[in-house]
């Protein structure tokens, strides 16, 4: 799935939530949830993938 957004979560609280909800429903992101979060408030276009 692929996900465009126009207001992207401040790093803090709101973009570790993001992350966690993200890597629970998608199991091949690869990254700790810490850089996940720093990646999420900088882009805007967010893709998830479940592969096996």
């Given at each position: 799935m692929q996900?465009?957004?126009t207001r992207r979560p401040q790093?803090?609280?709101d973009a570790l939530d993001l992350?966690?909800?993200q890597l629970s429903l998608s199991s091949?992101?690869?990254l700790p949830?810490?850089?996940l979060a720093r990646i999420l408030s900088h882009?805007?276009?967010w893709?998830?993938?479940d592969r096996p």
């Amino acid at each position: 799935m692929q996900f465009v957004t126009t207001r992207r979560p401040q790093f803090g609280p709101d973009a570790l939530d993001l992350a966690y909800q993200q890597l629970s429903l998608s199991s091949s992101i690869g990254l700790p949830e810490i850089d996940l979060a720093r990646i999420l408030s900088h882009v805007d276009t967010w893709f998830l993938h479940d592969r096996p």
